[in-house]
C-alpha cells in the first residue's frame, strides 16, 4: 500500500479538528449511563414493560435506539462501542422473539421480523446495516445478512415474498413467515380516529368520510378500514424499494452476485411502471402485476404511498434508497434518474412562496396536496452520488430562502439526528465557513442535554413508551460524518451510508481514524476530493488509511499535497519563540508533490503536531463495492 509522510507542523490546532475529537472522547463516555441504566445484561432492554405485550410495531424503535452506534464505531468510536452494539442488537432480537405478534406466533421468527411494512422495518434495520458495515468478519452477522435476504428471493419455503415472474414483492407487509396478509385482516378492519387522526385520509372516495373528522360517526371507522384492507391489503407496494438495502447488504457481506441482480431486476420492474405512468412511479402493484388492480385503476393509494400517511416523505426514502443501491452494486448512475424524475415533477407542480419553492407531497382523487417546503436531504442525496451540476441547481432551487435556514444550524430534534444536509452544501460551496465549527458544537451541546436528560430523569421504567431510549441516545454522529467522510446520513427509512471516503486505523488495524486524528472534508467532486487531516497527539505518530468510498467503490488516481523539505542544521537551530515567525519560516520550507496511487486504498503516516491537506483526483465507480476491510 501507498504511504505519504505529513510532517508539516501546525503552530496552532485548529479549532475543528479540538472540537472534532472532543466530540469522540465526549460520546465514548456518554454511551455508559444508557448501557447502566436502560440495558439489561443480556441486551434486552426496559421496554415493553410487561412479558405478555403483543403487537406488529415495536421491534423497530428498540433497534432504532442505537441505530448510529455502529456508524460512530467507525468514524473512530471506542472497541466498546462496537461490543455494546453487537450485544444490543443481539438482546433485542432475542428480547422480540418473546412477544407475540397478535397472530399467535413471535414478532421475531429465525431472528427476523415476522411481516411488516418497509417504512417501520428500514427504520429499524440501518442498525443491522451499520453493524455490518463496522465488522463485516462477523461471521454471525454474516450469516444473518444472507438468511435475512433470503427471505426475498424465495430461498426459504416458509417466505414466499416474491413473486420473480410478475417481479413484486406480494404484500405490504412481509417478512420472515412471507407476505403478511393476516395484518391486515386483523388491524385494519377498523382505521380507528384516535390513532390516526395526526395524518391525512387514505381515501378521499368514500361516501360521508370527507375529513378526518368524519370518522367519529357511527360505522365510519369501520366503512374506511375496510377500504384499507381490500385495497392496500394485497400485492406490492413502492415503499417494499427499501427491502433493496437489506438485499444490497447481503451483497457487500458475501459478494454474492445473485443478491446484485435481484436488485437490478425488482429496482428495473418499477422504473418501467413509472415509464408507463408518465414517469411518476406509482405506489400499488395487484398480485397479478397490474398497477392499480385493487384501485379502480389508480396509480395512488397504496400502503405508505402518495395518498397515505407522509406521502413523498416516507416514499422518496425507498425510492431514493433503492436507486443508491442499485447504483452502488452497478456502477450505473442512470438509475438515479427515477428518483430524480419523481422531484422533477413535484417541482413541476410547485409554487413561490416567499421566495422558496414550495411543493406538493401528496397525491389523491383531488390531485395534488399538501404543499410545504422542499426537504434537502433527497436532492442533496441524488446529488452526492451523481456529482452532476445539474442536481446542484435542483439542490439551489429547493433552498428555503425565507430565513436563511441553509446557512445556520437550527436546534432540533429527530430519531435521525440529521436536518443540517443544507448548511453542509453551502459549507462546501463556500457559502457557510462557519460550518464545521457550528455544527460541532451544536452536537456537542446535543451530546451534552441528552446526559443532562438522564441524570434528571425520575420516569417511572413502568411508564415508557416505544420511544424513551431514542430520546435518550447521545450519539450524535451528523457534522463527523459530513467532515470527516464527505457524505450525508443514510435515508432514515433504511438507506445504506454512502459517502467519499472511509477511515482505518493502520496500527491497531481496525476501522475509523485513529486516536488523536481529525479529518475535514472541504471539496467534493466529480472527480476530486479536498481533506485535511490533522494529529493533535505531541508525541505520538499516527498512520491513516484512506479508501475511496464506503465499500471502495471508487479508485484514488493520484494525490498532491505539500510536505516540509529537509531542515539544515542551521534552520533546525532557529528560535521558535514568535508565533508568527515560525508560521513564515515553516511556511517557506514547503514543497508541493504528487504521488500516483492507482487503488482504493492509500495510507498517510502523521508526525506529532502534523498536519497535511491532500487534493485528491478520483475515479468514481469503477470498483466492485465490499464491506471488506483493507487488510
Not at 415476522?114 to 461471521?139: I, R, S, V
Not at 454471525?140 to 424465495?154: M, P, V
Not at 418501467?272 to 397479478?288: F, K, M, T, W
Not at 448512475?333 to 428518483?339: H, I, K, N, V
Amino acid at each position: 500500500m501507498i504511504r505519504i509522510d505529513a510532517n508539516i507542523p501546525f503552530v496552532e490546532p485548529p479549532q475543528w479538528a479540538i472540537l472534532e475529537r472532543s466530540l469522540i472522547d465526549l460520546m465514548n463516555e456518554a454511551v455508559a449511563p444508557i448501557m447502566e441504566r436502560y440495558v439489561r445484561a443480556d441486551g434486552s432492554v426496559l421496554w415493553p414493560t410487561t412479558e405478555n405485550f403483543q403487537s406488529i410495531d415495536g421491534l423497530d424503535d428498540a433497534y432504532e435506539s442505537f441505530h448510529n452506534w455502529p456508524l460512530f464505531y467507525l468514524l473512530g468510536g471506542g472497541d466498546h462501542i462496537l461490543d455494546h452494539s453487537h450485544k444490543t442488537f443481539d438482546g433485542i432480537t432475542a428480547q422480540f422473539a418473546h412477544y407475540d405478534s397478535g397472530h399467535g406466533h413471535p414478532m421475531i421468527v429465525k431472528e427476523y421480523e415476522q411481516g411488516y411494512d418497509w417504512m417501520h422495518q428500514g427504520e429499524g434495520y440501518t442498525f443491522f446495516y451499520q453493524l455490518c458495515l463496522a465488522d463485516p468478519t462477523n461471521q454471525q452477522n454474516i450469516e444473518r445478512a444472507k438468511r435475512y435476504a433470503g427471505f426475498y428471493l424465495n430461498e426459504d419455503p416458509e417466505a414466499p415474498n416474491y413473486d420473480p415472474d410478475r417481479k413484486i414483492i406480494k404484500c405490504a407487509h412481509n417478512g420472515a413467515m412471507g407476505p403478511a396478509f393476516r395484518n391486515f385482516d386483523k388491524y385494519y378492519t377498523a382505521y380507528r380516529y384516535a390513532s390516526w387522526k395526526p395524518w391525512p385520509l387514505p381515501y378521499r372516495d368514500l361516501e360521508g368520510i370527507d375529513s378526518v373528522e368524519d370518522l367519529q360517526q357511527p360505522g365510519m371507522e369501520e366503512k374506511m378500514g375496510r377500504a384499507v384492507v381490500e385495497r392496500m391489503g394485497r400485492g406490492d407496494a413502492a415503499c417494499n424499494l427499501a427491502a433493496t438495502s437489506l438485499v444490497a447488504n447481503a451483497y457487500l457481506c458475501s459478494g454474492d452476485d445473485k443478491y446484485r441482480d435481484w436488485i437490478v431486476e425488482y429496482v428495473g420492474a418499477w422504473i418501467e411502471r413509472a415509464r408507463q405512468n408518465g414517469g411518476q412511479i406509482p405506489d400499488n402493484v395487484g398480485l397479478s402485476g397490474k398497477v392499480g388492480e385493487y384501485l379502480d385503476g389508480k396509480w395512488y393509494g397504496g400502503y405508505y404511498g402518495w395518498t397515505w400517511p407522509h406521502g413523498w416523505h416516507t416514499l422518496g426514502d425507498a425510492v431514493i434508497a433503492a436507486a443508491e443501491n442499485a447504483a452502488l452494486l452497478t456502477g450505473d448512475l442512470s438509475y438515479l434518474d427515477l428518483p430524480r424524475r419523481q422531484i422533477d415533477l413535484l417541482m413541476e407542480q410547485g409554487e413561490i412562496r416567499d421566495g422558496t419553492l414550495h411543493a406538493p407531497h401528496f397525491y389523491h382523487d383531488k390531485g395534488w396536496d399538501g404543499y410545504s417546503a422542499m426537504q434537502a436531504h433527497p436532492m442533496i442525496h441524488i446529488w452526492n452520488m451523481s456529482m452532476a451540476d445539474e442536481d446542484r441547481a435542483r439542490v439551489e432551487r429547493q433552498r428555503d430562502q425565507r430565513d436563511d435556514s441553509w446557512r445556520k444550524i437550527r436546534s432540533h430534534s429527530s430519531k435521525h439526528g440529521a436536518g443540517h444536509e443544507s448548511p453542509w452544501v453551502a459549507y462546501l460551496q463556500g457559502d457557510y465557513p462557519d460550518y464545521p465549527l457550528d455544527i460541532l458544537r451544536h452536537n456537542h451541546a446535543q451530546v451534552h442535554q441528552r446526559l443532562a436528560f438522564m441524570r434528571d430523569d425520575q420516569q417511572d421504567p413502568a411508564t415508557y413508551g416505544d420511544w424513551y431510549l431514542q430520546v435518550r441516545n447521545p450519539v450524535m454522529t451528523e457534522g463527523l460524518l459530513h467532515l470527516a467522510m464527505g457524505g450525508p446520513l443514510f435515508m432514515y427509512n433504511g438507506g445504506l451510508l454512502q459517502a467519499r471516503l472511509r477511515y482505518f486505523d493502520a496500527q491497531r488495524q481496525r476501522p475509523g481514524l485513529p486516536p488523536d486524528v481529525a479529518a475535514l472534508v472541504d471539496t467534493l467532486e466529480d472527480r476530486r476530493t479536498g481533506v485535511t487531516l490533522v494529529n493533535l497527539s505531541a508525541t505520538q505518530t499516527r498512520e491513516v488509511v484512506l479508501q475511496a468510498g464506503v465499500c471502495g467503490e471508487h479508485t484514488f488516481v493520484r494525490a498532491s499535497y505539500q510536505t516540509r523539505r529537509a531542515l539544515s542544521a542551521e534552520e533546525a537551530g532557529l528560535g521558535h519563540t514568535h508565533e508568527e515567525q515560525y508560521r513564515e519560516l515553516v511556511q517557506g520550507q514547503l514543497e508541493g508533490q504528487t504521488t500516483e496511487i492507482g487503488a482504493r486504498h492509500f495510507s498517510v503516516r502523521l508526525a506529532p503536531g502534523a498536519h497535511i491537506r491532500l487534493d485528491l483526483e478520483m475515479e468514481r465507480h469503477v470498483n466492485t463495492p465490499s464491506y471488506a476491510l483493507p487488510w
